[in-house]
């Protein structure tokens, strides 16, 4: 083309000589992990027409597992057919040649990788160093690795200076580009239990296009919080994971992981600072794909808005899961001064359908500091059987002579200790 | 640099950016040649890097509505743990004018990417399926710029003296917000799009390095013409790479299915006219003759006996056939033999209209013709020697005269013929052969649902024929011809159809390796729950026979005596059955990458054939790394612990050094393999694999190519000339040549079933 021409006609050295041709080729390979060969089994018995011809061939194929050719996946590796899809946590390798096409001896080599993502250039050679001779029909040989941390569009910079032999310096430089994709969904949700405790659910799909193994998916927690992962039944020895025993995630498939979180000690009794946002942890994904090709991210901190509890909080220590029915059970209330000020507080419980209260009502706590609690244990019974929700408890500030009500602070299960005659 | 040359291309193309964003908006953007390839051409940096935060959260929104009752909080994913933040590299010394050009028409990129990503993104994959990156050279870039100039210069009303500065300026100002986004990906938050590219089957196969280079581009677009039918990769596995949502399996010789073509409509330019159209023999009776096939000479040496009933031109026929045993003599000795192999146990509907043949309530010709099987070619001519085309296009028609294969004409038309060339894998050839057998039997080309009678011979002649189109991955043109057979169930499709031809004689014609290749055909069409369904009638009635065996009943259930040998006998060829059968469902479950029942299956088939339990649990194992499950019991690793030759736990132990990236000691695996078993094709290759993986191109191609010269029957196997060719191709750009070398090196030992793909020379 004339105007190319024109152009480097106006350029300096390095695409003046990018017209003719160069004395180094240089070649770049993606280096996924090899695969295994499958062949196609077509079998037939002795007495067909072909007779054993059909297994002959197959025993003679070199990439049949012998002994078992109706196998499908042999042992025989094969090298990357295409560039594949390159996901956010995984490692990038590749393969860089550069060859010696001409037949002189060409001189001072450098050959350097970058990679420009939309953020930054990162140098990715093992060596800066310039090699000082290559003879013809040998290649300079290198292979770089690089972890993936961003996604979108990255380009691989290969430049290769090099002197010829009448003391020519010449340059050239190849780009290759390719899109880093997003291998995962992750969205989250926080339920908040009526003790301090605070459950993460995480769903986890895959959106890439070939299976991953989850081989770690945990939960980091912020300084606040322990936490315990549910993902896994205990029976009597080990402990076996609820997704079952090989734990791969097929293209779009989502995966629901359960943790629980309780504050410290230390923090939970300044209950009342654990308010507004609060930072719960980060999620820590570590996955495989074909022949142990690795990934890991993880996810940003994980936020969660502490539920209110107004001025005072009253919260349970104690209460038991199950009762019986018309026998008074025991529960211990946090009672905790969540405001800026000083309360003096007055107790007051109310019966409901169900739930009756034992003592008096009407009683002094006396006087809560901010950021202060106590507890009380109260008595309770039941006259209706099934799961009773507990409510009916008032606190009275007497200062601001203001009321607060808690119903449905928790449930209990009623269950009739008798076995009737009848049954 | 050239001051007065130098500015001109950048304002200018900014200028272009200008009028490309207000044609996007207008006019679709494919209907502009140049603007689309200008596109192209551009590197464009990270397009989703621009996507505001607040376009994120809307598509979440909604998507959460549609996707949760219960809403869910998006979360951001910060990438590994161990990334550093670094500083936006100063554009460096390399990244001169060129690239800064490049950057600037990267932000007019990105703008029109927000507009139509969908597009933008739905097109990119279609392109460069290569492994090798595809370069975007420099050279050419300035050419497009100049071209644009060129173009669109007249328009641009803005002057140029003043801008010459703008683009580093843009660059510096475009970078520090991006740059502050740098350490945490805000990838997580934009749902809708990346799925919707899930969703859509290829979308993200081919992706990422685009190819803008002219030169390329032409190789490109027949591919991009018919992305379904024909895939250029060879055929290789592709189970647990990125699958490929477009047959995956399909068309490992897809030049040859690009279907239409190699169905020829009728015979008239078939390669052999004189022999495929002979003049009518007159030996054959008027019967005969009234087909309006041209029947064949095939027979003619054989059709010497005169004809004697209607039914007879069938069973004459049958005479023909070396193999085919006379049809009123055997009728007297109903071998056990048979029994044992024919058994089968039809459909209600069928059974009965056997039933009724076989009491003579109704004779064969009044039955409904739907009922029946009434196969006929449905493409008569797939002649052709990829191999030798190849030869002709690179070495010259000389080199290429010098192919000899055998064809369809070479050979004995008979049986005998037909397994020579099955057996120098000349199996086109072979299939050419089956189809002018069938011709010769009335089912040839257009007969098909013309009433007809079958024999052993003609269905096992139909096995063979499809077969090897299988094993041609010829897969579409096995179906249509399949297509007639239906269920495989039709009354004449039993012996008990033709009592006079078959007096005694019950059971199915067709023969058991035929249904179990009927039943994995769909799942190389994309259709794996087809195969599953029909993989799973098959085993019920191995199951049921087996049972019935046990029973002291004969196979189909009848009150026979059979003596101990051969119920023994019996036994144990339907226990075989039913293993193949097992096998073909764990393979089809592990294309459809059902790890967990596909292992289960393997499991279950150790019971069947113990002698295969090593090669089964290696298997299971390399299965297991696939997907890196490591759960006590049933590890890769554990695998490797068992009893076992040591080649094999050698062997196993490299995969698991594999799949933990540790490629040094996968090759000292690999080599102790070679200690022990020096000409082990396997263990050869894939030390040589490891080689590349381990900066060592030169050894590893060395290795392979002494291997391929050296002892070519085990070495030009095509996974094996895969890797070579690819490493050709990484080594330099003089890889042609070297590959020319490997297809005369083929050319001389393989048929014309060789898959030339292997040697990536198109």
């Known amino acids: 083309m004339q105007v190319k021409g024109q152009a480097s006609a106006a350029d300096k050295m390095e695409v003046n000589q990018a017209k003719q041709e160069h004395l180094l080729a240089l070649k770049v390979m993606r280096l996924t992990k090899p695969t295994l060969f499958t062949n196609m089994p077509v079998t037939c018995e002795d007495r067909d027409l072909p007779g054993d011809l059909f297994v002959r061939l197959m025993k003679d194929d070199p990439s049949t597992v012998k002994g078992a050719e109706t196998l499908i996946l042999g042992e025989m590796l094969t090298l990357p057919q295409n560039f594949g899809n390159i996901f956010l946590g995984e490692t990038f390798s590749s393969y860089i040649s550069v060859h010696n096409d001409s037949n002189q001896v060409v001189k001072d080599i450098l050959v350097k990788a970058d990679l420009q993502t939309s953020s930054q250039r990162l140098n990715l050679s093992a060596s800066n160093s310039a090699v000082s001779e290559l003879k013809p029909e040998c290649c300079i040989d290198d292979v770089i690795h690089h972890e993936v941390k961003e996604i979108g569009t990255h380009i691989l910079v290969c430049a290769v200076s090099y002197t010829t032999q009448t003391g020519e310096k010449l340059y050239f430089r190849k780009f290759f580009k390719f899109q880093v994709l997003k291998p995962l969904d992750v969205k989250t949700k926080f339920y908040n239990a009526e003790t301090d405790e605070v459950f993460l659910e995480a769903q986890i799909q895959n959106i890439t296009t070939s299976p991953m193994f989850m081989e770690k998916v945990s939960l980091e927690p912020s300084l606040m919080y322990n936490v315990t992962e549910l993902n896994s039944v205990s029976s009597s020895s080990e402990s076996e994971s609820t997704f079952g025993r090989m734990s791969y995630l097929q293209p779009l498939d989502t995966r629901q992981y359960l943790y629980c979180l309780k504050p410290k000690p230390e923090f939970a009794e300044k209950a009342g600072v654990i308010k507004g946002v609060t930072v719960i942890g980060k999620l820590d994904i570590v996955w495989k794909t074909n022949l142990g090709e690795r990934g890991r991210l993880q996810t940003s901190q994980l936020q969660r808005m502490a539920p209110g509890y107004g001025d005072v909080r009253l919260s349970l220590e104690l209460i038991p899961d199950t009762v019986s029915l018309e026998e008074p059970f025991d529960i211990t209330c946090k009672i905790t001064n969540c405001s800026e000020r000083t309360m003096d507080l007055v107790l007051e419980m109310c019966n409901t359908r169900s739930v009756h209260w034992c003592g008096v009502s009407g009683r002094q706590l006396g006087k809560l500091t901010p950021n202060a609690s106590l507890s009380i244990p109260l008595k309770l019974l039941s006259s209706v059987q099934g799961l009773q929700s507990i409510s009916g408890l008032r606190l009275t500030d007497t200062f601001l002579k203001r009321t607060y009500e808690y119903d449905d602070i928790a449930q209990v299960c009623v269950v009739c200790p008798y076995t009737s005659p009848e049954s | ?762």
């Open chain 2, 1 to 762: 640099m050239d001051s007065s040359e130098a500015p001109a291309p950048r304002p200018v193309t900014l200028a272009i950016d200008g009028a490309a964003e207000t044609l996007e908006a207008s006019v679709p953007p494919q209907t502009d040649p140049t603007e689309d390839s200008f596109r192209e051409e551009s590197i464009d940096l990270d397009a989703e890097a621009f996507v505001s935060p607040q376009d994120d959260s809307s598509h979440f929104e909604s998507l959460k509505d549609k996707l949760n009752d219960q809403m869910m909080e998006s979360v951001m994913i910060s990438d590994s743990p161990n990334s550093e933040e670094e500083d936006v590299a100063p554009i460096d010394s390399l990244l001169e004018q060129n690239e800064e050009e490049e950057a600037k028409t990267t932000d007019g990129d990105t703008e029109e990417r927000n507009e139509d990503v969908s597009t933008a993104s739905a097109a990119e994959p279609e392109e460069a399926s290569e492994a090798l990156f595809k370069e975007e050279s420099e050279e050419e870039k300035i050419v497009q710029v100049d071209d644009k100039r060129e173009n669109v210069a007249p328009d641009d009303p803005k002057p140029e003296a003043p801008k010459t500065q703008e683009p580093a300026l843009e660059i510096d100002t475009d970078m520090p917000p991006k740059d502050e986004a740098v350490p945490v990906c805000t990838i997580f938050n934009q749902g809708v799009l990346p799925k919707a590219q899930a969703l859509i089957p290829d979308g993200f196969q081919p992706t990422l390095v685009k190819s803008p280079s002219f030169t390329i581009g032409n190789t490109e677009t027949p591919n991009k013409l018919v992305p379904q039918v024909c895939q250029p990769s060879p055929s290789l596995s592709k189970f647990f790479t990125e699958s490929s949502a477009v047959n995956p399996a399909s068309d490992f010789f897809d030049s040859f299915t690009t279907s239409t073509s190699f169905i020829s409509i009728s015979n008239p330019n078939a390669e052999s006219p004189k022999a495929a159209a002979p003049p009518e023999s007159p030996l054959l009776s008027a019967a005969t003759a009234a087909e309006t096939v041209p029947t064949s000479t095939y027979f003619t040496p054989v059709a010497t006996k005169p004809q004697v009933s209607p039914v007879e031109p069938m069973s004459q026929l049958q005479t023909v056939f070396p193999s085919g045993d006379d049809p009123f003599g055997s009728a007297l000795i109903t071998s056990d033999l048979d029994k044992r192999y024919d058994a089968w146990l039809p459909s209600d509907d069928t059974r009965k209209v056997l039933i009724s043949v076989a009491t003579q309530q109704i004779s064969p010709v009044q039955i409904d013709r739907e009922q029946l099987a009434m196969p006929g070619l449905k493409f008569d001519n797939l002649q052709g020697d990829a191999v030798k085309d190849l030869m002709q296009r690179f070495l010259g028609d000389q080199a290429a005269m010098k192919r000899q294969v055998l064809s369809a004409n070479s050979v004995e038309q008979n049986f005998l013929g037909l397994k020579r060339l099955i057996s120098t894998k000349n199996w086109r050839a072979a299939v050419d052969l089956t189809g002018r057998l069938l011709t010769a039997h009335g089912q040839g080309y257009g007969k098909s649902g013309q009433p007809t009678n079958h024999t052993t011979d003609s269905l096992q002649l139909w096995f063979v024929r499809l077969a090897l189109l299988v094993k041609l991955s010829l897969f579409q043109n096995a179906e249509l011809e399949f297509e007639p057979f239906g269920n495989l169930d039709h009354p004449n499709l039993y012996y008990e159809y033709y009592p006079t031809v078959y007096p005694g004689r019950r059971g199915s014609m067709v023969p058991f390796s035929m249904r179990v290749l009927h039943a994995e055909l769909p799942q190389y069409l994309q259709k794996p729950q087809e195969t599953l369904d029909r993989l799973h009638r098959i085993k019920s009635v191995c199951q049921k026979i087996l049972s019935n065996l046990q029973e002291g009943l004969a196979e189909d259930g009848s009150m026979m005596n059979l003596t101990q040998d051969n119920r023994l006998a019996s036994i144990q060829l339907w226990r075989s059955r039913l293993s193949r059968v097992m096998y073909s469902m764990a393979n089809c479950l592990l294309m459809m990458k059902d790890y967990v029942l596909a292992v289960e299956t393997y499991h279950s088939i150790i019971e069947y054939e113990p002698e295969q339990r090593v090669q089964l649990l290696s298997g299971i194992g390399r299965i297991f790394l696939q997907v890196r499950a490591e759960t006590p019991g049933v590890t890769g690793s554990d695998v490797k612990t068992l009893p076992r030759p040591p080649k094999t736990a050698r062997s196993n132990t490299a995969f698991v050094y594999l799949s933990q990236n540790n490629y040094a000691d996968a090759h000292t695996c690999f080599s102790s393999v070679l200690k022990l078993d020096p000409k082990n094709p396997v263990a050869n290759n894939n030390a040589a694999v490891c080689l590349l993986y381990l900066g060592r191109l030169k050894e590893s191609l060395g290795q392979l190519e002494s291997l391929v010269h050296k002892d070519p029957a085990l070495y030009l196997h095509e996974s094996v000339l895969f890797n070579l060719t690819t490493m050709y191709e990484l080594e330099s750009s003089r890889s042609t040549q070297k590959k020319q070398a490997l297809l005369e090196a083929t050319a001389c030992r393989e048929g014309d079933s060789f898959n030339v793909q292997c040697l990536k020379l198109v």
